[in-house]
């Protein structure tokens, strides 16, 4: 069973994530079954927000918490960065970069 280190940064998350998926047996999963998966868990996430705001929602289906939905998307969003072999950490800073050159309305 892997260990996710205290006080983790983002690249702790995505090697944790590469050993459990070679545990559970997700590694051999492809790019495009790992995004998939991903948007299924962000459909996920909007039903459990709507729970959370007490919008209409099917009794019958089972519906994770808000904080398990966004956990599992973080595990997807580390799968398939790996898969793509980028550190994410970097690939954020990148990007803010160039969002603080933008111009927000």
Known sequence: MPELKENPILKDFQNYV?????????????????????????????????????????????????DEELADILIFVCSIANRFGIDLEKAFREKEEINKRRTWR
């Open 18 to 66: 590469t050993e459990l998926e070679k545990e559970r047996g997700f590694n051999d999963q492809t790019v495009l079954q790992r995004s998939l998966l991903l948007g299924e868990e962000v459909g996920e996430l909007f039903k459990a927000i709507r729970k959370s705001e007490q919008m209409g929602i099917d009794q019958k289906s089972a519906i994770g918490s808000v």
